[in-house]
């Protein structure tokens, strides 16, 4: 489990960024914790939350990385045809989600 933290760049660019890890090797202080992230015993969704809000910044590593700024589509904004409400157009459609139901 890692996201990938990196600032906006034009699409294309070389950027830094850091990669932020749940690191399998600190869990293991954790055990509730690591038993969940191992899927090694059936943990409750609330018991690895409480577990992980404990161990705080005690389970992460961390890695600068060189990232390519990826491109991010433009989104087309449309009013609705019945509801007058404005949607992100996907594929040419003329009303909403809620209005094409």
Not at 1 to 18: E, F, T
Not at 30 to 50: C, Q, R
Request: aromatic content about 8%.
């Amino acid at each position: 489990m890692a996201a990938r933290i990196n600032p906006w760049a034009p699409a294309g660019d070389n950027i830094k960024g850091v990669r932020i890890i749940l690191d399998p090797k600190k869990t293991v202080n954790y055990p509730l914790l690591h038993a969940w992230y191992m899927n090694t015993a059936k943990v409750s969704h609330k018991d690895a939350v409480s577990e992980l809000l404990k161990a705080g910044n005690d389970v992460y590593s961390y890695e600068f990385i060189g990232v390519v700024a990826p491109s991010k589509p433009k989104k087309k904004v449309e009013l609705c045809e019945v509801c007058k409400e404005p949607f992100i157009q996907q594929n040419g459609e003329k009303k909403c989600l809620a209005c094409s139901k």
